[in-house]
Each structure stands twice: as structure tokens, then as C-alpha cells.
């Protein structure tokens, strides 16, 4: 049972690791905690679930446009909702406090368009194959999950450390008015950012969307609550961090069902959370955040 | 002068008796009946097929002439599977609409928040679709046709133990809702009462999607079928996530599994459930067989038990309704109905039915349940038919 219960922490901590992924790279670069996140993320699985019914798109393509998509909508909400609040100097939470005005608005949108109950992608979209290794059972979903998310990780990463666009993203997350005394294009990187961001959350939907079969408007909610724990987990505004944490929880929550008691899950989970937190605030990977006099 | 006066004042006096008239006839016309169901949310399924049940026999009696001649007034609110909606939706329609009796609300969960209001009220709150335990025992102004899982349960457990063998099961059902802890409870009892073996216990909470982990868990102990207290929803992706996980177990079922909500979801996967209902779709009966056509012809779509409790809770109000003069006093009336009701013996689409008093608890009285027999029926081919 061990082992069946490790893929099934693996798939589920990569499934909040992707969707951690996009929001800590929008709080590393643009300091803000995008609370539309889990809307954008539950978008980008009804732009997925539309486009295969619709235009009955092949499952790659319609997760491609998605994540577009999804991308789209992060550049509108910076554009319109947060690149305002930065020309005025607003105070640090304002763009926070928006944001939560966004997602209650994307997914009332949702609920008026596509209605409340949960909708499921046609029969035969999803690839039903699953490999049995001995006892053990893995679908063809869970390790494209697994795959895609720490593609997607590796990607980020060998961009933030080894190009130039990387290193100009690392100065304006260090300190945005200095990268722009030094040429950096400010502005226009965050606009970057807010797109690969959505995109990262958007392909999250989609999968997620994949791997329960159960599209509603109110998905993105409890996906935003362990996001926040997982990024606070890893360390805000660190990939490697997002990535970790994202596993921890996933590890956390399926050990917890499987040797404790699944009563329990949600509360040994967030109990370990907060005691990592205590012996490292600033979460696994997180810059300790020193007062300069 | 006072002639004068008299005669400035007769046109008054003319209008309002002859408003009075009017209003007099308005009430005696109308019979108002409310309805909070969950019409969107994830008991959009059940909510839907009870306001098809409860529009469709609205419907009927009305083209019958209505009761003792006066029509019947159907308004329905959409509760969303919500308590707190649940408690809106009742109080606008007990005191905004005026309603006569209320059907609904749709969840279990949500009449434990909202019929206190309407007992509260002194209006009868007649529940089509609540199965847990204690809802009646809330006040005597509430009324029920769903059979509780205290009575259904140990007759599908005992039914599906012999039809598959079963020597040991695992159970699992939703830790936040009072329908599936109630079922469980039920469950826990009967198994304990028939001798069956529990390998283990699992739970999940509402809304959940990932069931793998404590689905491997119940593997791990072998079962030989698995019982679950769980609403449709919940109920079809455990089994389809069992099923991907390479386990064969047949499934029990509560009230949950009763729609045909589970077979759009799960389909083949399904196949072997066993759960009980008073009502059958195979059930020949002049009653049943008429309602099923009638069902079909107007929504084109096969009714499920959820429609056929609704669609019989009207006609046992209508019943009810005709040994009843109206005088036109809200309170009066909403009272005679109250006492009209427990009396009501009715034949329909789910069979014999008449009520049976809930034990009072505390001293407070208490209000009614359905007395009837549950059938017992498996899952095949993306249906439930009759086990036998």
C-alpha cells in the first residue's frame, strides 16, 4: 500500500506545487499576493473544458490555448487592476485587497455563465489508460501531472538562473526602482510576468480539471488556501520553494489519510505547516529578511 | 346636510365593497404552495427532479379543477444545497409569498438549519428528500415523505450481505454533512446488529475530489464490498477512482445514490451498487406506471425517485386540502392543515403511504415520518433494477 499511496502524494503535491508555481513567481517579481490566482486557475480548466467541446480541439491543443488563455487574463488584471495601484504608490495590501475583489468577480462570471453545478469533460477527452506495476496503479493523467509540473519548474528555474531575462526579473524582484535606474524594462517585465504567471495557473486548472473530472466555478478556493500555505511553506516568491512545499503538503495530507485517519488530514497537515514556520518563518527557502538600519 | 356628506362618502363605501369582493375571491381561488430546493450546486441534480415532481402534479391537479375549485399556487426558490440559503428562501416564502406549506429544502443538512423556522412559524414544512435522523424531531409542523435511512438501511445491508456473501466491508462517508453522518451512523448500527466485519473507516469532506488515498487505504484491508454514505456527487468519483485503482467491490449505497446523477458520472463502473428506495422504476402499479408516462411526456426524461416523492407529497397535500374549509385567515388555515395532514392515507407512484409519528424527545413533540416499505434495488447497465 506504501508505495500506491507515494504516487498518489506524488501526483497530488505536483498538482499544488504547479499551481503554487505561478502564484509565488507573481509575489517574487511584482510583490504582490494575487488572491485571483484560484480564479484564473479555474478559468483556465473551463477555457480547456470549452475549447475540446466546442471546437472539439485535440487535448494538447485546448491545454495550449488554455494556458494562452489563462495568460491573457493575468496581463488584463495586471493592466487593468494592479499597474494602477503601482503608478499611485498604493500601500502595500491595496493590490492584495483588489485582487480578492477580481476573483469573487471571475468567479461569479463563472457561476452566471456556466452555471454552479460541477461539469466533466466529454467521455473519451480524458486518457482513461493506467500502467499496473505489480500492485501498483498509475494513470496516464498523474504522470503527465507529474511530468508537466516539474517541466514547467525546471523551465522556470533554468530561466530565472541562466539568461538575461532571468537576471533582470531577480533585480526588479530584489528591488524594482534601482533595476530601473540600471535600464531595466520594468513595466513591461511585470506584464511578463503577470502572463507566465496566469499561463503557470492555467495549466494547473487544466490538469487539475483532467484529474478529477469536476469543472465548477468554486474550484479555485480551496486550491488558493493550500497555495498560500504551500508558497508561505517554501518561502514566498522562491520556484524551488513552490515546488517543495507543494510536495510537502501533498505527502503531508495522503500520509496522514493513510496511516492516521482521514478525519485528521487537513489538521496534521497545516499543524506540520505551522511548525515548520516556527523553527523557520520565513519558510524552507525563504530569504530571511534582515532590518538595515 | 348629512345626506350630503352620505352621498360624497358613497362612492367610497361602493369601492371598497366591492374591493372587498374582489379580495375575497382572490384568497378563495388560490391555494399558495412554496418549494426551497436546491436548483443550482451540487444538489442541482436532486433539487431539479423534485421541482419537476412537485410542477408536474401542481400541474395535474389544477387541470382537474384545482381543490374543492380553488387553484393550486406553486412558487419555488432556489435554496442552492445551501443552509444558509436554505433559511432565506423559507423565510421569504413563509413571510414575504404567504405560502399555505412549504416543500423542501432539498439537503438533509440544510432542514436541520431551516425547518426550525418553519415550526417555528406554525407552518408545515413537508420534506420530499430528507432521510437523516432527528429532522422530524425538530417540531410537530414537520412532515416527511422520504423514508429515513434508519429504516431503509438495515433492509438494503441485509439484502445486498446475502445476494454477494459478505463477510467484511469498508465504509466511508462525508464527516461534514448531516445526511451522510446520519447514514453512517445507521450503517455502523446495522452492521454491527447483522455481524459484519468493518476493515475500516474512512471519510472525506464535502466538495472533495481526490479520493485515491483513503481509497488505497480501504484496499489494503481486502474488503468484500465497500459501503458508502455519500451524496451522488461524492458517491460516483469514489467509485470511479476505485475502479482505477484496480478494485472490484460492489458499493452500498444511502438515499445519496438514488439519482440518476451517479450513472451520467460513474456509467459502467456503477454496475453492482446496491441501495433502497421506496420507490422502483419497475414498479407496474396503474399509480407509478401514470406517473412515469406523464413524467417522460412533459420533461422528456425518466423521473428518478427524488421527482416521485415530490410529485406524491402534493397529492397527500391536496388530500389533506380537500377536508379542509379555507376561511381566508393565513393562520387558521395553515393550522387546519396541520391537523389535517397526519390523518391522510394516499396510494401514488411510491405506493401506500401514510405517516407515522416521530417518538417526541425531551417532552417536545415531535413531528412526522413516512411510514412505507423500501425496495431494494441493484445497479445494471446504467440503471437501478429490482434485487431479487
Known amino acids: 500500500m506504501l508505495e500506491q499511496q507515494l504516487i498518489n502524494a506524488l501526483s497530488l503535491g505536483s498538482v499544488y506545487a504547479l499551481f503554487a508555481l505561478g502564484f509565488t513567481l507573481v509575489f517574487g517579481v511584482l510583490g504582490v499576493i494575487n488572491l485571483s490566482h484560484g480564479a484564473i486557475f479555474m478559468l483556465g480548466s473551463y477555457a480547456a473544458l470549452l475549447l475540446v467541446e466546442q471546437l472539439a480541439l485535440p487535448l494538447w491543443l485546448a491545454m495550449l490555448t488554455a494556458m494562452l488563455a489563462a495568460g491573457c487574463l493575468g496581463l488584463l488584471i495586471d493592466f487593468l487592476v494592479l499597474r494602477p495601484l503601482r503608478k499611485r504608490n498604493a500601500p502595500h495590501l491595496a493590490p492584495m485587497i483588489a485582487t480578492i475583489g477580481v476573483a469573487i468577480m471571475l468567479t461569479n462570471l463563472a457561476q452566471g455563465l456556466f452555471g454552479a453545478a460541477n461539469q466533466r469533460f466529454p467521455v473519451g477527452t480524458i486518457p482513461e489508460d493506467s500502467f499496473t506495476v505489480k500492485d501498483m496503479h498509475v494513470t496516464e493523467v498523474q504522470i503527465g501531472i507529474v511530468l508537466i509540473s516539474f517541466g514547467l519548474m525546471v523551465m522556470l528555474l533554468a530561466v530565472m538562473r541562466r539568461t538575461q531575462l532571468g537576471r533582470a526579473l531577480r533585480a526588479i524582484a530584489e528591488s524594482p526602482k534601482a533595476a530601473y535606474l540600471l535600464g531595466v524594462n ?15 495557473g492555467g495549466a494547473a486548472g487544466v490538469l487539475v480539471g483532467l484529474s478529477f473530472n469536476a469543472i465548477s466555478p468554486f474550484m479555485g478556493q480551496p486550491m488558493l488556501h493550500k497555495g498560500i500555505a504551500v508558497i508561505i511553506l517554501g518561502g514566498m516568491g522562491d520556484i524551488r520553494g513552490a515546488l517543495i512545499g507543494g ?17 485528521l488530514r487537513d489538521a496534521v ?10 523553527v523557520r518563518p520565513s519558510g524552507m527557502f525563504g530569504k530571511v529578511l534582515e532590518r538595515k538600519a | 346636510m348629512k345626506i350630503k356628506k352620505l352621498l360624497t362618502q358613497l362612492p367610497f363605501l361602493m369601492m ?21 430546493e436546491a436548483l443550482t450546486g451540487p444538489a442541482a441534480k436532486y433539487g431539479s427532479a423534485i421541482k419537476n415532481g412537485l410542477t408536474l402534479a401542481v400541474e395535474q391537479i389544477n387541470a382537474k379543477g384545482g381543490v374543492n375549485g380553488n387553484k393550486l399556487v406553486l412558487t419555488v426558490e432556489d435554496e442552492q444545497g445551501k443552509k444558509e440559503e436554505a433559511i432565506n428562501a423559507f423565510k421569504k416564502l413563509i413571510f414575504q409569498d404567504k405560502v399555505l406549506v412549504l416543500f423542501g429544502p432539498t439537503l438533509s443538512n440544510s432542514a436541520f438549519a431551516a425547518d426550525p423556522i418553519a415550526n417555528a412559524s406554525k407552518v408545515v414544512v413537508f420534506g420530499t428528500s430528507n432521510t437523516a435522523d432527528g429532522i422530524s424531531a425538530i417540531g410537530p409542523h414537520v412532515f416527511r415523505n422520504s423514508v429515513m435511512e434508519a429504516d431503509v438501511l438495515p433492509v438494503t445491508t441485509h439484502a445486498a450481505v ?59 484491508g481486502n474488503p468484500d464490498a465497500i459501503v458508502c454514505s455519500c451524496l451522488a456527487e461524492e458517491a460516483a468519483n469514489i467509485i470511479l477512482q476505485t475502479r482505477s485503482l484496480g478494485m472490484k467491490q460492489p458499493f452500498i449505497g444511502g438515499n445519496g445514490f438514488n439519482s440518476p446523477k451517479l450513472f451520467e458520472i460513474a456509467k459502467d463502473a456503477a454496475d453492482n451498487t446496491v441501495m433502497g428506495s421506496p420507490w422502483s422504476a419497475e414498479n407496474a402499479a396503474p399509480a407509478n406506471s401514470a406517473f412515469m408516462a406523464a413524467y417522460k411526456t412533459k420533461y422528456n426524461a425518466d423521473p428518478d425517485q427524488f421527482a416521485a416523492q415530490a410529485y406524491d407529497a402534493v397529492y397527500i397535500v391536496a388530500e389533506a386540502l380537500k377536508g379542509i374549509k379555507l376561511s381566508g385567515n393565513l393562520g387558521q388555515d395553515r393550522q387546519a392543515l396541520r391537523m389535517a395532514l397526519p390523518g391522510v392515507k394516499f396510494t401514488g407512484a411510491t405506493g401506500k403511504f401514510v405517516f407515522r409519528r416521530a417518538p417526541s424527545t425531551n417532552g417536545k413533540e415531535a413531528g412526522f415520518d413516512a411510514d412505507q416499505e423500501a425496495i431494494v434495488n441493484i445497479a445494471k447497465g446504467g440503471k437501478f433494477i429490482l434485487l431479487k
Open chain 1, 186 to 200: 520594468v513595466e513591461g517585465l511585470f506584464f511578463l510576468t503577470s502572463f507566465t504567471a496566469a499561463a503557470l
Open chain 1, 247 to 263: 510536495l510537502f503538503l501533498g505527502f503531508a495530507e495522503v500520509m496522514t489519510i493513510a496511516y492516521i485517519s482521514s478525519d
Open chain 1, 269 to 278: 497537515a497545516f499543524g506540520l505547516l505551522f511548525l515548520i514556520l516556527l
Open chain 2, 16 to 36: 371598497s365593497a366591492g374591493l372587498a369582493g374582489l379580495a375575497s375571491t382572490a384568497v378563495a381561488a388560490d391555494i399558495k404552495l412554496g418549494a426551497a
Open chain 2, 162 to 220: 446475502k445476494h454477494f456473501g459478505i463477510k467484511k466491508v469498508a465504509v466511508m462517508y462525508g464527516n461534514d454533512d448531516a445526511f451522510t453522518k446520519s447514514g453512517y451512523d445507521v450503517f455502523k448500527a446495522t452492521l454491527a446488529a447483522q455481524n459484519i466485519a468493518v476493515t475500516s473507516t474512512e471519510t472525506y469532506a464535502k466538495g472533495d475530489v481526490d479520493f485515491k488515498a483513503q481509497l488505497t487505504k480501504i484496499k489494503a
